[in-house]
């Protein structure tokens, strides 16, 4: 069965940075293009950036320079480098496969507050 394992996120200033994890158990991450998506009570889940099994990467227009998405294979693990963060970063934030096929893990909450 494939589990989702999200970590990493907490309360940081604006400005500030935090880099959340994901753990990935029964899909091997080498093989799948990932995604780091967030949400916001009452908002949709939202795209925020992806990698498909190429390398290649795309970011929201919001992110894009501040967060930085990476994989370690030999870790079966993905990683979500937020640099810069702002208030409107604060959500939760889950990873999945780009596709959204995956069933959600927990999460793990992201507040940008000062």
């Known amino acids: 069965q494939v589990q989702l394992v999200e970590s990493g996120g907490g309360l940081v200033q604006p400005g500030g940075s935090l880099r959340l994890s994901c753990a990935v158990s029964g899909i091997t991450l080498t093989f799948v293009s990932m995604a780091w998506f967030r949400q916001i009570p009452g908002k949709e889940r939202e795209l925020v950036a992806g990698m498909t099994t190429t390398g290649h990467t795309t970011y929201a227009d919001s992110v894009k320079g501040r967060f930085t998405i990476s994989r370690d294979n030999t870790k079966n693990s993905m990683y979500l480098q937020m640099n810069s963060l702002k208030p409107s970063d604060t959500a939760v934030y889950y990873c999945?496969?780009?596709?959204?096929?995956?069933?959600w893990g927990q999460g793990t909450q992201v507040t940008v507050s000062s």
């Open positions: 999945n496969l780009i596709t959204q096929r995956l069933n």
